[in-house]
């Protein structure tokens, strides 16, 4: 089972256990899931004495066998792998002390070829004979009350809906992307701060990945970027502010949204870097859509626009993707 199902059924058993909750407070044929009197009765049910679950503990992962060669435009040469990649991860969730998770980027070639004008960047160049593990994630996970929920450790951030490129995407080292099989991007060490709002969020992220380089530690102030997001549903939509700050980054600010609209599915993000100091203004954008097609709904027809003002030279600052 891969990442992508184990969050599914995570998701599967969050969902049942809250309508289960959500059920036992309601009347008979007065059944609303959005109802926060009963949330909060279940909450106040878990927080009571012998109300908390018991631990559990999870574990799992997904792998990617891959083989593949090219040949560049004059023949003059090749350039090829095969090997196996992937994510492992493990969780365990402790009452009265929170969740830690875990996971490693796992690789192990079992070719690479290079000759004559090929590519060296599509020739693994890990070791032959012993896998190479990187940390990927380590993280605290815990809530005061129910009402703020605290991650402390290295981390992805999942900000923004684009799935090709997110401008608001400030925090992590490498944007992700929906073309990648696996996403075997690393985290960056930091505080995560989570405070519900009703049908609004409000985030705060702390990135101490600068805190300390050549082994020697930095003034925080001098060190520490801070990014805040705030998102809201209005209607079929949900709406989101992003900003992000600090004296060792281009201040930054953000706007994205994704909903439905007569049957698609619509996304786009906005991002805007002011000139200063030395850093020069950019905006940043992107704008995409799907829908489902057929009868029984086994197509799909995506695409995703997206702009960059600072573009690079001899191409255009607008491109394009269609799936």
Known sequence: MDTRSHFRRAAAILAAGLFSAFAATA??????PFDTGAFQESVSQSLAPGGAASASYLAGGSLLLRSGATLPAGLDGYAGGAGLSGRLFAKANLPDVGAFFVSYNASLSFLSALAGSGDARLAPTAGLDEPDLALAE???????GKRLFVRLGKQLISWGPSRVWTPVDFVNRERGSSLQALDLRAGKPGLRLHAPLGKANAFLFADFSRTVEGGIA?????AVALAARLDATLGDFELGLTGWTGAPVQDRLGFDFSGRLFGSSLYG????APALDQDESSLLGSLGFSRN???????????????????DDGSAPISGAFT
């Not at 009347?27 to 609303?32: A, I």
């Open 269 to 272: 993000e906005m991002a805007w």
């Open 27 to 32: 009347q008979d044929g007065d059944f609303d």
């Open 293 to 311: 097609l057929g009868e029984l709904k086994r197509l799909t027809l995506s695409g995703e626009f997206f702009y960059n003002s600072a573009g």
């Open 138 to 144: 380590l993280h605290w996970s815990f809530d005061l």
């Open 218 to 222: 930095r003034d925080p102030l001098e």
